[in-house]
Nanobody, 115 residues
Framework: QVQLVESGGGLVQTGGSLRLSCAASRSVGSFNAMGWYRQAPGKQRERVAMITKGGMSNYADSVKGRFTISGDNALNTVYLQMNSLKPEDTAVYYC?????????WGQGTQVTVSS
């Protein structure tokens, strides 16, 4: 059983920064990939960033240059550093992990960016 627990969300002003954490119940290096998704009210869930087992990362165009995904195997944690936040970044952010053919989700953490 894989568990993912997100933390680090909150209220921040435009231009501010937040760092989200996703604590996994096993080594992050054991997953095929891990990622961060977000869902704003009335919108579909979208992938924000992903990092593969080999360390390759990719980002949604809307966050490139502002967000950075990273992992710490020793702490079983994946991070999403978010800088230069904009009101349109407001959403519930979810951590996702892929292990073989299974996909796991955390409960989500709210990020609100005020204008």
């Amino acid at each position: 059983q894989v568990q993912l627990v997100e933390s680090g969300g909150g209220l921040v002003q435009t231009g501010g920064s937040l760092r989200l954490s996703c604590a996994a119940s096993r080594s992050v290096g054991s997953f095929n990939a891990m990622g961060w998704y977000r869902q704003a009210p009335g919108k579909q869930r979208e992938r924000v960033a992903m990092i593969t087992k080999g360390g390759m990362s990719n980002y949604a165009d809307s966050v490139k240059g502002r967000f950075t995904i990273s992992g710490d195997n020793a702490l079983n944690t994946v991070y999403l550093q978010m800088n230069s936040l904009k009101p349109e970044d407001t959403a519930v952010y979810y951590c996702n992990a892929i292990l073989m053919f299974s996909s796991y989700w955390g409960q989500g953490t709210q990020v609100t960016v005020s204008s």
